[in-house]
């Protein structure tokens, strides 16, 4: 695949990526920084020849271990051996209903035939999974047909992401939803949350926090934005950043262990602060929304503590 707002912007494997032996020492670190979870995502975690052996390590190590993949790949055998290595459940990407706009937007025929085969394969293997969507201004009017089909299909989730500028997504901005209709759609996602069996999550649109709360959806999530708080991502060559979307190298685990990195980087400790600027830093929501540090940090140039613009909310008493 290529898809259009991959934020690794993944291709051909690179030499430099982490080793079996590396990737255990990140795992180990992992543990003795106090996590629980480790999602194994991508580019696509499935091409990596070792992915049931780090699995099998670290669900032996005591983290629950959850896949993020494009489905394309996992066959029963597959889906077998995901459940045996210890995966306790996967989200598969599925961006529209429509074929042929799914498979425009990966780059790749039969995407969507095969992601569904994936989750199918996933249900006969009883390991849970959840959908995952990418929202833009060509697929905003499916999303709760999206819901519906997840729920028919037997998903867990409905988890719905909403993009922001980096890796290859950059060349896609102005498909991203503006301010407005992004406040529109997370009211509706929250709106169909209060009918919907399944869990609707927006991702990387921290405000469904204050959404939720206004009409009266009980969640069980307590903060919208984690980044460099309770989450951080390590990219394939061993950078740790903030979140996926924060293109901030805070050190490699390669040359420090990660629970060092974890503990003593000066910008996670930074955003542990919650000291934002502008209104996020008056808001009522601070503490739970945040806004999303990785929006805020692309249209202010560079702050990763500024407002985050997007949001339309203006909390009492906020004059810019």
Known sequence: MFCDHCYRDAGARLEEELTTSQARDLIDGMVRAGFKIMIFSGGEPLMR????E???????????????????????????????????AAGVSLDSLDPEKNDGFRKLEHAYDLALQGM?????????????????????DELESITD?????????HHVFFLVPTGRGINIEEEALRV???????????????????????????????????????LRFTKGCLAGISYCIISPLGDVQPCAYLDIPLGNVKETPFDEIWANNSTLKTLRTMDYEGKCGV?????????????AYYY???????EDEWCLYQPLGWKK
């Open 49 to 52: 020849p070792d992915i049931y």
């Open 54 to 88: 780090l699995a099998s390590y670290a669900t032996q190590k005591g983290l629950r271990v959850v896949l993020g993949t494009n489905g394309t790949l996992i066959t029963e055998e597959v889906a077998h051996n995901l459940k045996k290595a210890g995966f306790m």
């Open 120 to 140: 199918y394969n996933l249900k006969r293997a009883q390991l849970p999974f959840q959908i995952h969507t990418t929202v833009m201004d060509w697929n905003v």
């Open 149 to 157: 089909y997840a729920v028919e299909i037997g998903a867990m989730a």
């Open 180 to 218: 407005a209709a992004y406040e529109r759609t997370i009211a509706r996602l929250m709106e169909k949350q209060k009918t919907s069996p399944i869990e609707i999550k927006p991702t990387c649109a921290p405000q469904f926090i204050r959404t939720a709360d206004k009409k009266g959806v009980p």
């Open 283 to 295: 808001c009522d929501y601070r503490e739970r929304c945040g806004g999303c540090r990785a929006r």
């Open 300 to 306: 202010s140039g560079g702050n990763i503590m500024a």
